[in-house]
């Protein structure tokens, strides 16, 4: 499925598995030099990214949320000016705000004020890569790996890049690394599983979801992207029973409904594939993957106005990929005319 243009307007954040205590409680943990430590707040991208989940959001905003959040860090800067710790977790703040140009400034002053803060480097990088400045991201982690070569986010987050590009090799290679280096590193599973699913690797996709799955029980996004390599093998009950468990774990992603939807299309199941369809539009009404595969459920019904009203939706924002995919089914309802 086409997501990855459509994360950046979801951003690609997550903080790691400590991260959420570390805005709550700052300061808690301190910079250790080469921060070979997963308990700062570091941004990766979980293959979609990973990002902070639905509920840890929640948590967030819950203990002051962003106004309480920026004027913590403030206030711990104008103590002491030269806390790069504090440049860094506020902009992290603004980053999950979308406020990209004073996050930048404030992880540039971290990095000013300590040149092998990794974390600065490593979430700047990830913010040039969201803005699609690969290069400079790439540049990031370049020198995030340089101070630590056991930074396996850094080589995690390259590969995405990486992959971006169409340098497919090199992306492999870093997942391989970041995996080699921590081989409980649950994203760089799901982001190499990925790849092999858009390769048509299925067997090898499904495998790493798995290891993903196996390290955190509670991976979504691995439970989602495992159900649509099982739609693209036709095992489609598998991935009905996938998809099922993304969406008990997070009853707001979008796409499990449409994953789950594809797979009762496939099925001949209209009604709860248009069913699905309709929840995941619901949700992220600009979504085009959901608009586009409710048009082919409604076209197995034999509903050709419906069907082309939303294939003509899908193409407002569909990428390149989708886009030609489209049109093809438009050709298709030509000739039932």
């Known amino acids: 499925m086409e997501r990855k243009w459509?994360?950046?307007?979801?951003?690609?954040?997550?903080?790691?598995?400590?991260?959420?205590?570390?805005?709550?409680?700052?300061?808690?943990?301190?910079?250790?030099?080469?921060?070979t430590f997963n308990v700062y707040p570091e941004a990766i991208d979980l293959g979609a990214d990973g990002a902070i989940t639905y509920n840890d959001r929640a948590l967030y905003y819950k203990k002051g949320g962003y106004d309480g959040a920026i004027a913590y860090y403030s206030n711990a800067i104008e103590i002491n000016p030269m806390d790069a710790l504090a440049y860094n977790n506020r902009g992290l703040v603004y980053k999950n705000n979308g406020e990209h140009d004073k996050a930048i400034k404030d992880f540039n002053k971290a990095i000013a004020i300590n040149p092998k803060l990794t974390l600065a480097y490593n979430n700047r990088g990830i913010l040039y890569k969201t803005k699609g400045e690969h290069d400079k991201a790439i540049k990031d982690f370049n020198k995030a790996?340089?101070?630590?070569?056991?930074?396996?986010?850094?080589?995690?987050?390259?590969?995405?890049?990486?992959?971006?590009?169409?340098?497919?090799?090199?992306?492999?290679?870093?997942?391989?690394?970041?995996?080699?280096?921590?081989?409980?590193?649950?994203?760089?599973?799901?982001?190499?599983?990925?790849?092999?699913?858009?390769?048509?690797?299925?067997?090898?996709?499904?495998?790493d979801y798995n290891k993903a799955i196996e390290i955190n029980r509670k991976y979504t996004g691995a439970y989602n992207n495992r159900g649509d390599t099982y739609n693209k093998k036709g095992e489609f009950d598998k991935a009905i029973e996938d998809c099922n468990k993304a969406i008990g774990l997070d009853p707001v992603n979008f796409y499990a409904y449409t994953t789950r939807g594809e797979a009762y299309s496939n099925k001949g199941e209209y009604d709860k594939a248009i069913k699905d369809f309709n929840k995941a539009i619901g949700i992220a009404p600009a979504f085009p993957e959901a608009r586009y595969n409710r048009g082919i459920a409604y076209f197995g019904k034999g509903d050709v106005k419906s069907a082309k009203r939303d294939y003509n939706h899908a193409l407002t924002h569909a990428g390149n990929s989708l886009r030609q995919r489209i049109k093809n089914a438009l050709k298709e309802l030509g000739k039932k005319r």
Request: proline share 4%; aromatic share 16%; no cysteine.
């Open 145 to 207: 790996i340089a101070i630590n070569p056991k930074f396996t986010w850094a080589y995690n987050n390259r590969g995405i890049v990486f992959k971006n590009k169409g340098e497919y090799g090199k992306a492999i290679k870093d997942y391989n690394e970041a995996i080699k280096i921590d081989p409980k590193l649950a994203p760089a599973y799901y982001n190499r599983g990925e790849w092999y699913s858009n390769n048509g690797e299925y067997d090898k996709a499904i495998t």
């Open 6 to 35: 459509f994360l950046g307007a979801l951003t690609v954040m997550v903080l790691l598995a400590l991260s959420i205590k570390f805005i709550i409680t700052p300061f808690l943990v301190k910079d250790h030099g080469n921060d």
